[in-house]
DNA sequence: CTGAAAGCGCTTACAG
DNA sequence: CTGAAAGCGCTTACAG
């Protein structure tokens, strides 16, 4: 009665195995193992043997073991600076689709954007020997991070956030709609034009301000009114006010994502001004609640989603071809306008 | 040369193994085995050698190959209906947080909350050689899922929804909820209150439904005053007005979550009703968008991360002692008051 | 198309 | 405290 005594032993003790379903349908282990890879090799009676076996015995396959011979695991492993972003999971939403429909599985980390917790998080995956990596790298992440994961040999596709050109990397053109933020508000006439920004710096936040910078100066309006807000949101509708601090009051701010533009859109409120009427805003990502709220917002969207299923595809191509020279998906942006921006009169030029 | 034609291979053929660090620090394989797993049978002196042989090899611990042999993965399955869902993503959160702390890893999947998809997802979890799995079940699973989780011998804990009394569960207390929502609402004065529900039907839905009866009908107030919204966000404002076609006009609603309750402060004051002042309305799950909408919403919340934490935790404890008889973990929700109900005046009794 | 043998990298008793 | 041997459940050449 080993049972008895090891009461989570017994399903493990009665695994059915394979050379199980083998000796049920009569054929040697080596065929069983080629009707489950769905080999052509196996004549479809014997084939039919094989399966009805396997249904019969309650035949379970064994990645684990199959991968410890065959080198793959069908494994890949996540990961990203934080769960509870919405932004994070809708990138993981689009991941976990493809890796799925590939037949793989996602491994899961969370980095909490700390490099130390990237580290162990990475050696994890390693230790797990996921077939391949998607990241999001940690804000602070060194410049020997690509070193180490060239030595480890390990197939790796950056997203959102790039710290190597020599890698893969799905991301989209932050620039681009930093530009297209700043060109839809000075079509109405806004010239005194503020950025909303907080959150960790890293290639995604330096190609917004780059992208805002460059905007603005092409139009010879100044580049510099950028304000920090604080990163938690229930923090930012108080910190409006930061806006018109300077000497210079903006008519417009454009925000660095939309959990800043929703708060905006409140702490604005809560100072008397309306958006959309006395002031405008246009948000970042687009994200579901920009319909939702009053003004409806309008947004650049990154549609993250997207992203996700971008990074999926590139590394499942750089799993089935590793001497692929690296690549870049860089999504366009799109804004979609809705009802947060309004044109100043000719007054006020 | 192999490494020329199987450029891929070379990672897999020159992995520094057990038995290369054990002839490294000259010690068996069995040692070097115990070093790594910390056993205390290893002299301190012996345990420094090979740990610095570790080092020098850049060697990594191949989990798969332990597995096989020692019948264990850990590793746990997490399977969801959606991972778009902030809700869920702050529940995975919750989940990953604890597993991480107890050094396994999570195998994600998204149900999308289909039966047939459930199914496929098992069994990938299964061949996957999964410890165990946090699940929260799709909404028309079947009645015999539970018993075939009894024969796969899977320890399993339900998380936000139940299908099984015999099977661990961690939730929250909808019903009481509700009950805080309506005595809130019922002490302001209200007497016609609505009820905004959507999304499919499961047993949180019901408890929710329940609460909300039970609270009503034990104040002597009409509690069939029920009605669906679209389940897509950008839908919900248009469908405020669905609030007032009974001839019961409700005062008050209480929303089934908060993108309903976002998405109905919006419609409501598309209608020209001003929320907080001349209708009243409570959220539930107390989202962070909750503090940043205006008026600030009310809403009763049901912390997923947490949820998540108390899920991880009941399976950590099962896995660890499989004979625990089933146990429940719901948690109490709590009323968040802020600015969307208005008391109304004695003139509308 | 099928079979017998070896091996993936660990852990597990079992001796010493 | 350490070593030699067997085995976890597959897949991979290699013969036939």
């Known amino acids: 009665m080993p049972s008895e005594d090891r009461p ?11 050379l199980d379903v083998a000796q049920h349908a009569d054929v040697s282990r080596a065929t069983a193992s080629l009707v ?20 019969e015995l309650g035949y379970v396959y064994n990645l684990g073991a199959a991968r410890l011979r065959a ?5 890949v492993g996540v990961v990203v600076p934080n769960l509870t972003n919405p932004f994070f999971a809708e990138l993981l939403s689009g991941i976990e689709s ?8 996602v491994i899961l980390a969370n980095s909490g954007d700390l490099v130390e917790r990237q580290d162990m998080v990475m050696r994890r995956m390693r230790e797990h020997g996921v077939d391949g990596v998607i990241l999001c790298p940690a804000a602070a992440t060194g410049t020997d991070f690509p070193d180490r994961i060239e030595e480890w040999n390990l197939p790796l596709v950056q997203a959102l956030r790039h710290i190597s050109d020599d890698m893969d990397y799905a991301g989209v053109d932050y620039a681009a709609g ?13 010239r005194i034009i503020a ?21 603005m100066q092409s139009r010879g309006l100044e580049p510099d009114l950028i304000v ?20 210079a009051k903006p008519t417009a701010v454009i925000c660095f994502n939309d959990v800043i533009a929703l708060g905006l859109v409140a702490g604005l409120h809560d100072l008397g001004l309306k958006v959309g009427e006395s002031f405008s805003l246009i948000g970042f990502d687009d994200v579901a609640e920009a319909e939702v709220v009053r003004p409806r917002l309008t947004s650049v969207s990154t549609a993250p989603v997207s992203i996700g299923e971008n990074a999926a595809k590139l590394l499942l191509d750089r799993l089935s071809d590793p001497l692929l020279p690296p690549r870049k998906v860089v999504k366009a942006t799109q804004l ?9 009169g000719e007054a006020v030029l």
Do not use: N
């Open 8 to 18: 989570s032993g017994d399903r493990k003790k009665s695994r059915v195995t394979l």
């Open 36 to 55: 489950i890879r769905k080999s052509p090799l196996v004549g479809a009676e014997t084939r039919a043997r094989v399966e009805a076996a396997m249904r």
């Open 98 to 105: 493809v890796i799925d429909a590939a037949g793989m599985v």
């Open 178 to 190: 930093m530009h297209q933020a700043v060109e839809h508000l000075a079509s109405l006439g806004h």
């Open 336 to 344: 979609h306008i809705r009802q947060s921006c309004a044109s100043v």
């Open 228 to 247: 920090r807000v604080p990163d938690q949101t229930a923090q930012i509708p108080g910190s409006a006010s930061l806006l018109f601090q300077g000497t």
């Open 195 to 215: 950025f909303a920004v907080h959150g960790p710096i890293h290639s995604a936040y330096h190609e917004r301000i780059e992208g805002f910078r460059e905007a």
């Open 71 to 75: 080198e793959r695991s069908h494994t």
